[in-house]
């Protein structure tokens, strides 16, 4: 068995001993005691070697009602023993029993699933909560349910957000009912612990070597004098290498999730401070954000925020040393172009540079050289993790970082990469950890789209309950935007994959209502349906529906890979639009979109503005293909900013932060006066070089 279904039964086995104990009190019905069974690790059936190392937690008899109740009698280890000792006659029965013993654990495990996917139906069914909660969890989970849904019973939803730029029927107060959906446990954020769930034999010594490993070309000259640095800066690295100084005389600063690689410079202090907000610099936030509001009611909302969310921005922690290096970064990627001087930038002269060293790590991917970007954009995320606030939490109350400032910009975008990285590497379960943590900066704004992609990880991570709970909350039902084509067709896969096709149906009809144009495109495309039963639906799409279409479809045979569920969507759709012809499915009438205004921050041109970022930063060809042509020339669209915000207002101006906000002119005046002078030197060079060769060799030019 591969090492990944190794991990699933493991997990499995620890599901099932979770929803035993939660709902063992929900079985009134007296059932006859049954011989005790010995509880056994699924994993010690494929490998004999390990028996004696097992710890005496595996040896405990589990409970009468519990062997009852599942009625699966695994084998005890002195069975197991008494089968080795008979077996060693010929080297021959070794083999059969071997193949034996992986035959049962095959059974087993199949049978397990099947268990495991009726207490997921049953929970889903019931409760709609996540399986391996306990009962005390599941009472404090339906209250705020029960509070969240009474509020939104009394608001109109699926209301358009064009036309409501305050995000009004959605109140920060609110929002702590939903911090379940986001990542609280920091440890998944490192990917090495899924690493060590799927390769089972990984050892302790092993990740420590991975720790230890370069991840940039240095060579051994370099990385001695990097040693010689370490011994001068105290407290760097440490024996688990997530210590690093704060500056002279401070506490060491421990590290949430990244750790110090041996390549990288030893400094006594980062290169960026958390700073929190105050009053005016949200109310400054929120009058870009909601130009046509009064000033005093924005003010009666700012308190309300401040109350239930703590906001930070980072910021330079020495404005002089990041003016001179945003100004050279500048004048290399947008000015004069040149690769060669952004490398030799994070080389020698600013290794702690963000947006440089986020530049780097994609033209390196686009030239084909993956073995460094994975260093370098986890280089990036070490100087924000070393900024980091003391018991700083990713579950949407504790730290949002507001868009309008460059440094949490470049912070968003270190992460969408390193979930892209992350997904390359196979760490899908991290990926999708990490897209829960970006959701969570800013739950309500969602600046790089996390609602058109998080299903996709989530998806190859098996995490079918969080999807079905998720298109159930009113993060996903609040505005019609916030409803995408992927969270919706994700929770339909969800119901099928834990056996309630009943709900799926449902769901798609549902879905239909809200997306029928994008579900055309989907059905004639890619299901390869008949273009006749449509209708002509397909062309009445809009842009965005496009776009969102397009980036659906090319990641959609990624997770749906059986051919029976790809057929239950295709017939679901073909049995709708036969039921549309034949006048016994009526098409609610849709509700015309608020007009257009260049004053709301989430959309250009009428797209939202984040599934355009989305749509760049994925980089697909056919998601490109299909955005505004006029859109680069109109707007910025920069590799290491895409679509910054744009003012609202004239006051809004000098509020919004963009890299030109760090830079002196007179700098770069000076700096591209320099490389002008360089240019003119090289091209008479070139001018003397070519006018001598022509006097060596004066019939060069004749034919």
């Not at 009394?154 to 959906?181: E, V």
Request: with cysteine; proline share 4%; glycine share 4%.
């Amino acid at each position: 068995m591969s090492s990944r279904a190794l991990r699933k039964l493991q997990n499995d086995e620890q599901l099932l001993d979770s929803l035993l104990s939660a709902s063992g009190s929900e079985r009134s019905t007296p059932t006859p005691a049954s011989p005790a069974v010995a509880k056994t690790n699924i994993f010690a059936l494929m490998n004999d070697e390990d028996e004696d190392n097992d710890s005496d937690e595996d040896r405990e008899v589990a409970s009468d009602s519990e062997a009852a109740s599942i009625k699966v009698e695994l084998p005890t280890k002195s069975q197991k023993k008494n089968k080795k000792k008979k077996g060693k006659g010929t080297k021959k029965s070794k083999n059969v029993e071997k193949e034996q013993a992986k035959d049962e654990s095959v059974s087993e495990g199949e049978e397990l699933d099947k268990i495991i996917q009726q207490f997921r139906r049953q929970d889903v069914q019931k409760y709609g909560i996540k399986a391996d909660e306990s009962s005390d969890e599941y009472q404090t989970a339906s209250e705020e349910e029960e509070d969240l849904s009474n509020y939104f019973a009394q608001k109109t939803l699926m209301s358009d957000l064009m036309g409501d730029s305050a995000i009004s029927l959605f109140p920060y107060s609110k929002l702590k009912h939903c911090k379940r959906f986001f990542n609280a446990d920091l440890k998944k954020l490192d990917p090495h612990s899924e690493f060590k769930l799927l390769f089972d034999d990984l050892t302790s010594e092993s990740l420590e070597d991975i720790d230890s490993m370069t991840t940039s070309h240095v060579t051994p000259q370099q990385l001695k004098q990097i040693q010689r640095m370490k011994r001068l800066i105290k407290n760097w690295g440490g024996r688990d290498h997530r210590s690093v100084p704060n500056g002279p005389g401070a506490t060491p600063h421990r590290l949430k999730f990244t750790k110090v690689r041996e390549d990288w410079l030893p400094t006594p202090r980062g290169e960026l401070a958390m700073r929190a907000l105050n009053l005016e610099d949200l109310r400054e936030w929120q009058m870009w954000q909601r130009p046509n509001d009064w000033k005093d009611v924005i003010d009666e909302d700012i308190k309300e925020m401040k109350k239930n969310v703590s906001f930070y921005k980072f910021e330079p922690l020495n404005p002089d040393i990041n003016r001179k290096a945003i100004t050279e970064f500048y004048l290399s990627t947008i000015m004069h172009p040149d690769h060669e001087a952004l490398i030799h930038l994070i080389s020698s002269k600013y290794p702690y540079h963000v947006p440089a060293l986020l530049q780097v790590a994609l033209i390196l991917v686009r030239q084909g050289d993956r073995s460094n970007t994975n260093g370098l954009i986890q280089r990036a995320l070490f100087v924000f993790d070393r900024a980091l606030k003391a018991g700083i939490q990713f579950d949407s109350l504790a730290c949002q970082l507001p868009y309008i400032y460059f440094y949490n910009r470049q912070f968003y975008l270190a992460i969408f990469r390193y979930i892209l990285t992350l997904a390359q590497r196979g760490a899908v379960a991290t990926a999708g950890e990490w897209c829960k943590t970006l959701w969570s900066l800013s739950p309500l704004d969602d600046p790089l789209g996390c609602r058109y992609f998080i299903d996709h990880y989530l998806l190859l991570n098996n995490d079918y309950q969080y999807l079905i709970d998720l298109s159930k909350s009113p993060l996903s039902s609040c505005y019609k935007q916030w409803s995408t084509v992927g969270i919706t067709l994700g929770a339909v896969l969800s119901y099928l994959r834990v056996g309630l096709p009943d709900e799926a149906q449902k769901l798609v009809r549902s879905a239909f209502s809200h997306h029928r144009r994008s579900l055309s495109i989907l059905y004639t495309e890619k299901l390869l349906g008949e273009t006749d039963l449509t209708g002509g639906l397909e062309k009445e799409r809009t842009s965005a529906e496009v776009i969102e279409m397009k980036a659906y479809m090319a990641r959609f045979s990624l997770v749906w890979t059986k051919a029976e569920e790809v057929s239950f969507l295709r017939n679901e759709l073909t049995a709708i639009y036969e039921e549309i012809r034949n006048k016994k499915f009526e098409l609610e009438a849709e509700e015309e979109h608020a007009t257009s205004n260049d004053q709301n921050c989430f959309f250009v041109d009428g797209i939202p503005v984040n599934l355009l970022r989305f749509a760049i930063l994925s980089e697909e060809s056919s998601v490109l293909g299909s955005l505004p042509s006029d859109l680069w020339e109109k707007y910025d669209v920069y590799e290491f900013d895409v679509l910054p915000p744009v003012p609202t207002s004239k006051e809004s101006v000098e509020i919004l932060e963009t890299v030109k906000s760090f830079i002196n002119d007179r700098d770069l005046a000076a700096y591209q006066g320099e490389v002008m002078q360089d240019e003119e030197l090289l091209n008479q060079i070139r001018q003397m070089s070519l006018e001598q060769f022509l006097e060596e060799n004066p019939n060069a030019g004749v034919e």
